[in-house]
Each structure stands twice: as C-alpha cells, then as structure tokens.
C-alpha cells in the first residue's frame, strides 16, 4: 500500500531535535547547577530570552523564505535608542509606536531591495546594518541614553512585575507574539505560503502566489519583531546601550539553526527556535551559575553555532550521498550479511 | 465567429513574440479543439517553447490574439493563464524539494475552513490526486525523500489538479519510465473524452504517433503545417521539422576491435547497484540499457571516480585505477559526459572555448602557468568537427540553443582524449540535425579507437550506435546481447525484465519497429 | 543587424572586463576632481596634499590587502569570508605573545594561526557545502571566544623594556616602516598582492580553476576540477591576507585587542563589489578591487575632512554599498547575464 515515511527513530529523534535537546539541558541545569531551579532564576531566565525570542520569530520567517537579515542586531539597538531618545517630546506610547514603524520601515526597505532591486539580502542586510550602525551612532552622539523620570520607572515596573510566577507582562507580550505566529504558519494558507515561498520560488510564483510581497512581508516582520523586542528591553531597563542587540544576530542566527530552521528554507518553525534560544540561555545561566567567566560562554556559543552549522552540512552531505537508493538492493545485502554470518555461528 | 470556431480550445491567430535580436515566435495559427491531443513538433529552438511560455502568460509583450473558449483574452500573467484554466506540465520540475507532496499539490489553495487550514481535507484531495496518476506513496513526504520519477508524476498529478480546460506536456515522458508512460497515455485518454485540449509537446515521435490527433510542425519561429496524424508518416514530419530530407539515420561501418581496455569485476556500490563485471574493448561502442532508475547513472559515477564503489576492481589496460577524485580517473583517460547538461555539464556563464578547456586545464599549463592559446587550434577543429553553430569559441554558451550546447559539451569531452568515453544520454532533448552530428562523432570516436560506454534511453540509438548491448535491471546486469540480437522490441523486453509486458507496449514497438527498420543494418 | 551585432559585442567577456576594471578607477578619479574641485572653491583644505594622499593610501592598504584575498572566495562563488575581523585580531595576539622569542618567529606563528582558520574554513565550505556565510560567521564568534578564552578578556601590548627589543621595534615598524620616507611598507605590500593576484586569477591554472568553479560549481567538478581544494585554497589566500593586515593593524596600534580586525569584512566587501566582482562568482578582476578599496579610502577621506563623522560615514558608505550592487545587478541582469 502506501509506502511509509521515514518513520524510524533516528529520524524522529532528528526531527524534535530541539525538544529532547531542551529537557536534557533543563534536567541536567536543574539537577546539577547551583541556584538554578527556583522561582527567581527561572523568571529572570524569561526575561532576559524575552528580547530575543521576539526578535527570533521574524527572523525564522525570513530563513522559511530562504533569505537572510544580517541587520536585526542593529534594529534592536535601533528602536532602544529611537524609543528612550524620542520619548521627552513624544511620551512613552508614541516613542514605542514610533520606534517600531520606523524597525518596519527598514524591513520594508530590505525586502523592496530584494525583491524589487533583486540583489542578495546578504548584502542589502550587511548594507543597511551598517546605514543604521551609522544612524545610531548619529542619533545617539555616541553614548547610552537612559531616563530616570518616574513616569519611566512606572513603566519599567509594570513591566518587570510577575504577573503570575513566571510571568511578567513582558514575558507575556513575547509568549504571545510567539504564539500567533506559530499558529499563523501552522495552520494558515497565508503562514504555508512563506514555507512554499522558500521551498521554490518558481513553484509559489506559478501557484499565483506573490512571492515578493511574501518575502517583503517576511522582512518587516523580522525588522518589527527585533524592533519591538528592541522597545519593550530598554523601557524596563530604563536605559539604552549601543550595545543592545550586539549579540543577538549571532544569538538569533544559532538558535533559529539549533531549532531545525533550514538555511536554504521552506523549513522549520517559529516555536522551535524560541525553544532553542531558551535551551541556549539555560545553558549560558549555567556556565555563569557554574562560576565560569564570560569568556567561556562566548567561546560555548560560537561552538554550538559552528557545531550545528557543521552537522546541518554533514547530514546533508550524507542524505544527497544515499539519495536514491533501492531498498531492494539494501535487503539483498542484508541477506547477503545473514548468509556470511551463518555458517560462522553454526560452527 | 464562424461555425468552424465551434470548439475550439484554444486558438492563437497570428502571434509574433520577439527578443532582443531575434523572432523566437513568428506571425504562428495555431488551433487547439477541446477533446483533442495536439501534437507540436519542432527542432530545439523552433519557438515551440516561446509559443507554449506565451499561453502560460510568461510574457506581457506578445503580439497578436489569443482566444480560449472562443473569447479574446490577454495572458499576461501565469495566475491569468491559470485562470482561464490553461495547465502546463513543464519539463523541469517546477516542485519546491523541502515541502510535502500534500502542499506541493495544493499550492495556492489549500483548503481552509474559515480562516484556518483544513489538514485532512488537504490529505483527502491530495490522495485523490495522487491516485489519478497511480501514485501510491505518503502524501506528507517531502519532495527531496522521493525519486525523480516519482515527482514527475506528482508534477502532473498537480497540474492536472487545477481542472485545466487546456493543458500543455513539454516532454512529459522524459523522467518517466516504459510502465509510467502507459500509464500516462491512460490518463491522456481519459482527459481526451472529457474534453479537455491537449497540447503534447515531443521529440519522441513513436510516441505522437501513439496518442495523437492531429500534429503541428514548427521551424525556426514559424508553423510549417498541421495535419491530422493519419495522414502524414514519420518522414514527412521529419522533413517539415529539419527542411531537407534525412537520409538513413544510422550506417554501420566497419569497425576494428581491439584488446581489451577496461576491465570491471564484482563491482558495487551498497544500494545502487551489486557485483556489476564487464569488459569492454578498444574501439567497441558498448551500450547500457536500463529503465530509469536501474543504476545507470550510478555506475557511471563509480567508473569516473565521482562516487567510491564498496567492493570491486577496475581495471585500465592490465592496471587497477583507483584515485579519490575525478581528476585522477580523467588523467587515466576515463571521461564521462554527464546526463544533465545545463548544471553539471556546462558552465552557461562562460564561453565555448572556456567550457571545452574545463577538463584540461593541467595539461594546457606549464608550472602552473595557464596557456589558453595553447588550446586554440583544438577549439577550431573541434567547432568545425561538431558543426558548432554560431563557430565563435568567444560566445557564451548559456545564449546557444540546445542542441548546440549539446554538442559543445561533447566537444568539451572529446578535448581531453580519452581512452574510455562514458556517455550519460548523449542527445537527451537536442534536435535531430544536432543528434545526427553527435553521432557521427561518436562512430568516429569509437573508429580512432577510443572505448565507448554509451547509456541511453533512446532505443534507436543504442540499437544504432552499440556493436553490443548490456542489460542492466534493478541494479544488476542481467543479459549481454550482440549488436546483431538487438532491435528496439528486444532491448525493450529485456530491460523490462518480464516478458509478459510485451502485450503492454506491443503498440508502442510497433511504431518503434518503424525505426528499427529505417536504421541500417 | 544592430540588434545582432550589439549582442556579440556585449557578449565578449573582455569587454565587460575592461569595462567593469575601468568603472571603479573612473568613479575614483571622480571622487579625485570632486575633492580637488571642493578644495579650489574653498570648502576644505589640504585634500591635495602629499600627505593627505599618504593617509589615503595608507588606509586604501589595509582594507585593500585583505580584499585582494578575499575576492578569490568571491570569485570562486562563496560570497564572502565572515571570519576576517578575529582572525585579524587572533593573529596580531599570537604575533605580539610570540614577540619574545623573536621577530621571525612571531610572524610565522601568526601566519600558521591564520592558516589554520583559513584551512578550516576551505574544508567545511569546501568538502562539506557549509553555507559560506553562517559558516565563517560560526568560526568568527568561535575565534572571538578563543581570543576571550586564552588571553581572559584582556587585551595585551608588546614588552616595550624586555629581553625581545629588537623584534618589537620591528614589529613596531611593519605599519610604520617607509620607503624614501615615503610610501609605507603595507602599501608596497598591497601593490605586490595585486600584482600577484591579478596575475594568479588570469594567468594561472588555479586562476582558471577558482573562475570555473564560481561560474558552474557543479560542472567544474564534473570537469574533474578538484574543487574542494579549490575553495580551499581560497580561503586559505584569505586569512592569509587578513593576518597580513591583522599584523599591521596591530602594529599600528600597537595592542593585541580583539576588536583590531572589526568591520574589515564589510570593508572588504564593499571594495570588491564595488570592485565589479559579482557574488554570484566567476566574474570581476583583483584590478578592479584595487579601484574599491581606492573608491573608499577617497570617499572616507573627503567625508572626513569635509567634517562628516565616522558614523554618518558608516551611513554613506551603506547606501553607496547597497547602491552599486543594485545597479550592477540590474545592469548584468539587461545583457541577459542574470543567472544567479
């Protein structure tokens, strides 16, 4: 009848990869580092994957569409410091709403230039990194911007207060981003379409699909989302550094990666990759919690990176290798095995 | 409308498509009538192609009328030629490789219940689909786990998914096999009583005869004739195609065999194909014959170095070959021309000149310094030798029409003098004056000596060119047949394997029969 | 006709070549007469200096050497090489930590690290079809971490009173070491590198390999072209040329500091591009990456001296990035060159 899937247990280990990864770290933290399993270490662990985890949904979507933005770390500081600079003259509200158009502004911009412009977004994305580094710098005059206005501390309150344990407002603003999203490419045409986008452009484009405004929209939603995840960090930090979003492309890159995103797309999931940039930050609270320095977590971080970039290359290697086999050979040799190893056990 | 446009599908009047430079697509008629198999034949670059992309709405600057249905539309757009419900099976496969076979079906338009997705009315539709072409495989695979035949039919099941009202197959049997295209001719069938227009596109004209109505001939950008399929033979359509009379195809001369050159035993490669043993002479063409997907291609790869075999010796004039790449099997003089020509076996960006260099780029150089004009007088002879067309070495090979790319592959190949020559489908798709060059090419390869391992899925070609035949099956070989037990029925029969399946293709050897015979022996 | 015969001359490769070359020197000499021009009028001063071309040079060096090397990885289709910025920073570490036993010394092991790098970065991309970019930004982050790892966050400077004088005031000479008190060593050393590569990308078997390889990966191999040490050899010539400007960077600011090699992958990009070296591959010349790298240096120095901050410079630089791709997309793409 039907022929089956590769349903095997390697394959299903492969393909919930990030989950079983996920509860090994969590047990292993949870066991064996010190002052990790509690109410207030899990809550700040939260916090501080709340940025990235809405910076790493958009920045999925553009992988799922088979592009790259190398300029999501930039638009993070970008919105932080546009957000705390205009917000003496504009009030907190406008400043965020500001803050986050002008993030969708830029994605719009590398999506047009892309589609329209058809260059790489390598190098549009590398392009206007370097256009917003320059602005930031501009903007800022260089330094950290911080408020210390009460108003802002009522903000920063309100935002860092638990909710329920576990959660806090901002906390839950990501979970939910997080939770339209994957909804909206699970079980949407709209959200199967940026996976048919990737998958083969021609395909969507002979589908009628508008391959362009999909990817366009990919774009701003990966600039809104690190703009956003860029906004909500500096009102409850109160303060905005140049140095904001420095680690998250690389953080954003290897999680998305880790969490089975395909780099040359039409794969993957938005909650896959906020569970691995989860499974990254236990692991780098440990190596802190552990007592070891800051030098240690960058070099584990680029390790996982280069790691998962290098079993993504050798399991593809290795898959095109036996593509097309016959499985009727391979039983043939399996007999051929039985009939070798026979006459060895019988004597 | 007068009562002839009665219907009529499909007509196109007086429909001109230009290029920069050029008329791809000149002042061309061309009706289709619903329930009917149109056949458009035509060299490579007979704007066959152009005429087809122009209805799939690949243009926006055609000139000209198009009516479907007898209305006058304007097909600017592949979603309007959707629309208007025009289904074109293309020959490259137009799937998206990460994305399951459901999705792949239902691009587009998969089914939604209110605003979500309808998961098991998208698994429902797509088995539907699936079981029109008698494809029976899990829905929810992705396109990369399946083989190539396989995405063929899922590439037709899609089509046909659309209910086109006019449907267009460029070289749909191409990837498929003998089984497959029975098959494929049985849906036709049906598609035909429904009333549906079909435009079948081929090179295989066995295969128009088989299933077609009526056939329109097409060269260089203008209709030559249509005609209804009873009344023209296979030499006239050849004629209108080429514009001269094709004298026999295939002329055996003498040929001096020598010792033996290449030497296989107990060669495998773990799933591909087992314990493969041949020999093959200086200056013997020997033919491998398979379905698609026997390991053909496979084998190949292994005698060339590009893949490593599990098991087994290969041997060179008395000595064992072995290497970890390619360079160092083609610096032992075992070449390989590649099945697929526009990826692995031409760099389009770059010239003739550069393309046919490729593989003796080492030899071509003194201490590393690289000397192309040392290559010159070889490029000339070769251009000259194959008929190449423009004869500028200086021309990007990506702007040559097909068949001459063909040959500039064949020529590229020919450039590093190899003892062994594997051809992989050396005249897939290229026209008949490209193809009877190449030929000729090959004979006289094979006459200066040089061992010929030729691949094909064309029939007349290996029962042609071949001075003895090797069967290959599910990856074994399975019978060595002499040049003079071969014609196309026998070879067909026994790459099948079963001989009970020549009832099935009893029709189509009938026509191929034609061939056999018009091919001297 | 002309139709036709305009299509064969665009259809020469020479021609594009020239064209393409001479492009990037003309927007330079552009640049040239708008300084001189914005001197004339008064608006800046000492645009056409002596030294001012010095200071532009110089800096046209630095970015230019690692360019040089790096437009084999971009001529052989693999985009760019992310891991510069470390591997410039990790070999001016070695190179400083090594000082002490000698000058010689300190240069070979800074140039066996930046092998290394290079060789790794060729396998993986080479052997195993890693994407080039996420790949080489991998091993950037992982050097960044070694870096941090060995030497504790710190940044180190050569022992200016200890035993190894000698080789640290040699060191100390390699940015700073002029000829006729005149041109600076890593100019001479960019001068011999283009020549070199230029000569390597037309003239050699490996020039010819590297240009098959990025016009049709796939059916250069089928060529029998080893490819896998083709790209190899790419990137290898790459963090060669980094560790070059690594060494001389770190001279010039005589501290080992993670951060020395920091933006010189844009940097380089940029030169290429704008260079007329296509990403798509097999296309452009090491000439015209000279004509880049002068494009920048002279477009940052009359920003600079027309009181442009570094950061608007940034900004500028950006969009004139972004800019030259695009139109040279667009222009490859109406000769119907488009097939990336």
Redesign the interface.
């Known amino acids: 009848m039907h022929r089956p899937g590769k349903k095997n247990l390697l394959a299903l280990g492969d393909k919930f990869r990030i989950y079983i990864l996920f509860v090994l770290v969590f047990a292993f933290m949870s066991l064996f580092a010190p002052r990790f399993f509690n109410v207030f270490n899990l809550t700040s662990l939260l916090k501080s994957i709340s940025m990235n985890a809405s910076v790493a949904i958009g920045f999925t979507i553009v992988m799922i569409c088979g592009q790259l933005d190398l300029s999501i770390g930039t638009v993070i500081t970008f919105a932080g410091v546009l957000v705390l600079g205009l917000q003496p003259s504009l009030g907190f509200t406008a400043a965020a709403v500001v803050a986050v158009i002008a993030g969708g502004l830029v994605g719009w911009l590398n999506g047009l230039l892309v589609t329209k412009g058809k260059i790489n977004s390598f190098i549009v994305t590398l392009g206007t990194m370097t256009i917003l580094q320059g602005a930031i710098y501009q903007f800022s005059g260089g330094n950290s911007i911080s408020v210390s206005t009460p108003e802002a501390f009522v903000v920063s309150d309100f935002l860092g207060k638990s909710l329920i344990p576990l959660v806090t407002p901002r906390i839950l603003i990501s979970l939910i981003l997080v939770a339209i999203m994957e909804f909206v490419l699970r079980r949407t045409r709209a959200g199967r379409n940026f996976y048919i986008v990737g998958g083969n452009r021609s395909t969507a484009w002979l589908a009628g699909i508008h391959t362009d405004r999909y990817t366009i929209v990919a774009f701003v939603l990966s600039s809104v989302g690190a703009a956003i995840g860029g906004v909500f960090s500096v009102l409850e930090s109160t303060s905005a550094t140049l140095k904001l979003g420095e680690n998250s492309l690389m953080y954003v890159i290897s999680a998305t990666i880790i969490g089975g995103t395909a780099m040359s797309g039409g794969k993957g999931g938005v909650l896959r990759s906020v569970i691995a940039i989860l499974t990254l930050e236990m692991l780098y609270t440990g190596i802190i919690l552990f007592g070891l320095g800051n030098e240690v977590k960058i070099f584990i971080a680029g390790l996982i990176l280069a790691y998962v970039v290098l079993y993504e290359a050798y399991a593809t290697w290795k898959h095109e290798k036996s593509l097309g086999q016959r499985p009727e050979l391979m039983k043939e040799l399996a007999e051929r095995a039985a009939l070798a190893a026979r006459p060895a056990s019988a004597e | 409308m007068s009562e002839d446009d009665i219907g009529l599908a499909l007509q196109m009047r007086n429909v001109r498509k230009r290029f920069p430079g050029t008329i791809a697509v000149d002042d061309v008629s061309f009706e289709v009538y619903a329930g009917e198999v149109h056949a458009l034949v035509g060299e490579n670059g007979a704007g066959k192609s152009t005429l087809m992309k122009m209805l799939a709405g690949s243009f926006d600057d055609y000139e000209g009328q198009i009516f479907i249905n007898s209305k006058e539309v304007k097909l600017h757009a592949p979603t309007t030629a959707k629309k208007y419900g025009i289904g074109m099976i293309y020959q490259e496969l137009s799937l998206a490789r990460p994305i399951s076979i459901v999705e792949n079906l239902l691009a587009g338009r998969l089914p939604r219940k209110g605003l979500l997705l309808d998961k098991a009315a998208a698994r429902k539709q797509a088995l539907a689909l699936l079981k029109r072409v008698g494809l029976e495989i899990d829905p929810d695979l992705p396109i990369e786990d399946i083989s190539p035949h396989e995405a063929q039919l899922v590439e037709i099941a899609k089509v046909l998914g659309n209910n086109p009202c006019i449907l267009v197959m460029d070289e749909p049997t191409s990837a498929l096999s003998r089984e497959e295209v029975e098959r494929l001719f049985a849906i036709i069938d049906t598609l035909r009583k429904r009333g549906i227009a079909i435009v079948y596109i081929s090179h295989h004209l066995p295969e128009i005869f088989r299933i077609a109505d009526r056939v329109t001939v097409m060269r260089d950008g203008k209709k030559i004739a249509t005609k209804a399929i009873g009344e023209i033979s296979r030499e006239e359509i050849v004629q209108m195609m080429v514009g001269r009379s094709v004298k026999e195809f295939y002329k055996r001369d003498e040929r001096q065999i020598g010792d033996t050159r290449l030497k296989v035993s107990g060669l495998s490669r773990f799933g591909f194909f087992h314990d493969v043993a041949f020999e093959a002479k200086q200056g013997e063409t020997l033919g491998i014959c398979g379905l698609s997907g026997a390991g053909r291609t496979e084998l190949a790869r292994v005698l060339v170095g590009l893949d490593r075999a599990d098991e087994g010796r290969i041997e060179l004039d008395g000595h064992e070959v072995q290497g970890r790449s390619m360079a160092e099997f083609l610096e032992k003089g075992i070449a390989y021309l590649t099945e697929d020509r526009k990826i692995e076996g031409l760099a389009l960006r770059l010239a003739v000149d550069e393309n046919i260099l490729a593989p003796i780029v080492d030899r071509l150089s003194s201490s590393a310094v690289y000397s192309k004009s040392k290559g010159k007088s070889l490029i000339e002879r070769l251009v000259a030798e194959l008929a190449i067309y423009p004869p500028d070495p200086g021309r990007t090979v990506g702007n040559l029409s097909g068949g001459n790319q063909q040959k500039v592959l064949l020529a590229k190949w020919l450039a590093s003098a190899p003892k062994v020559l594997i051809l992989d489908e050396p005249t897939r798709g290229v026209d008949i004056g490209a193809k009877m060059t190449i030929h000729a090419s090959i004979e006289k390869l094979a006459r200066e000596g040089c061992t010929v391992i030729l691949i094909s899925s064309d029939l007349p070609e290996l029962v042609g060119l071949s001075d003895r035949v090797l069967i290959m099956r599910k990856g074994h070989f399975t019978r060595e047949m002499q040049y003079q037990e071969c014609s196309e029925e026998s070879l067909l029969l026994a790459a099948n394997g079963d001989a009970a399946y020549g009832a099935v293709v009893g029709s189509a050897g009938e026509a191929n029969g034609a061939t056999a015979a018009g091919s001297a022996r | 006709m002309s139709?036709?015969l305009?299509?064969r001359s665009l259809?020469?490769?020479s021609v594009g070549k020239i064209v393409n070359a001479a492009g990037s020197y003309g927007i330079a000499l552009l640049l040239l007469a708008l300084g001189a021009l914005l001197q004339f009028t008064g608006v800046i001063h000492s645009f056409l200096s002596v030294q001012n071309m010095l200071n532009i040079v110089d800096t046209v060096a630095l970015v230019g050497i690692v360019a040089v090397g790096m437009s084999f990885v971009t001529y052989s289709g693999h985009?760019?090489d992310m891991s510069v910025p470390t591997t410039m920073g990790f070999t001016g570490y070695v190179c400083i930590e090594l000082l002490r036993y000698g000058f010689i010394p300190a240069i070979i092991g800074a140039l066996v690290v930046g092998l290394l790098i290079g060789l790794l970065n060729g396998f993986?991309v080479g052997k195993?079809?890693?994407?080039p970019?996420?790949?080489t930004?991998?091993?950037?982050?992982?050097?960044?971490?070694?870096i941090?790892?060995i030497w504790?966050?710190k940044q180190i400077y050569p022992d200016m009173r200890g035993s190894g004088q000698e080789a640290v005031a040699l060191f100390d000479n390699i940015y700073r070491f002029r000829f006729f008190n005149l041109i600076g060593l890593p100019v001479v050393i960019l001068i011999i590198l283009v020549i070199a590569g230029q000569f390597v990308m037309t003239?050699?078997?490996?020039?010819?390999?590297v240009?098959?390889t990025g016009?049709?990966f796939?059916?250069?191999?089928?060529?029998?072209?080893?490819v896998e040490r083709v790209i190899m050899a790419a990137f290898v010539l790459t963090a060669f040329t980094a560790t070059i400007s690594g060494l001389a960077v770190t001279s010039l600011s005589r501290v080992g500091a993670w951060y020395n090699g920091a933006g010189y992958d844009?940097k380089a990009?940029t030169a290429i591009?704008i260079g007329g070296m296509t990403?798509?591959g097999?296309?452009g010349s090491i000439l015209g990456v000279l004509g880049g790298s002068l494009i920048i240096g002279i477009l940052n120095n009359v920003m600079t001296l027309l009181g442009v901050?570094?950061?608007?410079?940034?900004?500028?630089?950006?969009?004139i990035?972004?800019a030259v791709?695009?139109v040279s997309?667009?222009s490859l793409?109406s000769l119907?060159?488009?097939?990336?």
Do not use: C, E, H, P
């Open positions: 139709d036709a305009d299509k259809d020469s490769n985009f760019a993986v195993l079809r890693a994407n970019i996420i790949w930004l991998a091993v950037n982050y992982v050097t960044m971490g070694v941090r790892l504790v966050n003239k050699t078997t490996f020039g010819v390999k240009k098959l016009s049709a796939r059916a250069a191999k089928f060529s029998g072209i080893n844009f990009v591009v990403l798509a097999g296309r901050g570094t950061f608007s410079q940034d900004m500028v630089r950006g969009a990035f972004i791709v695009g997309a667009k793409r119907g060159r488009d097939d990336a």
